[in-house]
C-alpha cells in the first residue's frame, strides 16, 4: 500500500511538470512573407503571425489572411478556439488579426492551427482606431 502511494505521488508530480513544459510555448514571430520562400521549412512550428482578415468561413472553422506586401495568403484553422471565440470573429468588423499557433504542411500549402487570436487596430494617417468592441 506504501508503494502505491508513492508511486501515485511519483505519476502526480511528473505530471504537473509536463503540465508545466507544455504551457511554456514560444512563438517565432514571423512575417507571412516569409511563408512564400520555404513553406516546409515551418511545418510543426509554434509561429505568431499577423494579416488583414480577407475571408472567415461561414461555419467559423477557419479564415484567411492576406500580407498585402508579398501578395501571401495564409489559412487559419480556428478548431482549437472556443466556440465564443470563433462566433465574435465573425459578428465583430475584424480586419486585422494577431494569430499565434502551430504551422502545418496541408497538401502544399501551410496551415496555421490558431490557439490564439489577438484582435489588432487598424493604423489610419490621423489615428489608430480600434476594430472591435467587445462588451
Known sequence: MK???SVLGLVLIL???TGIAAADVRYDKINIGDFCNNPAAFDGR???VSGR????N???KSMEL???QSKTVVV???SQLPKSERVALINNDVRRVGVSGRARMVGARLVIDAEKIDVLPIETKDQ????AVTN
Request: no cysteine.
Open 3 to 5: 508503494r502505491a502511494v
Open 15 to 17: 505530471t504537473g511538470f
Open 46 to 48: 509554434s509561429v505568431e
Open 53 to 56: 482578415v480577407i475571408a472567415i
Open 58 to 60: 461561414a461555419q467559423s
Open 66 to 68: 492576406f500580407d498585402s
Open 76 to 78: 487559419v484553422r480556428l
Open 128 to 131: 489608430i482606431v480600434p476594430l
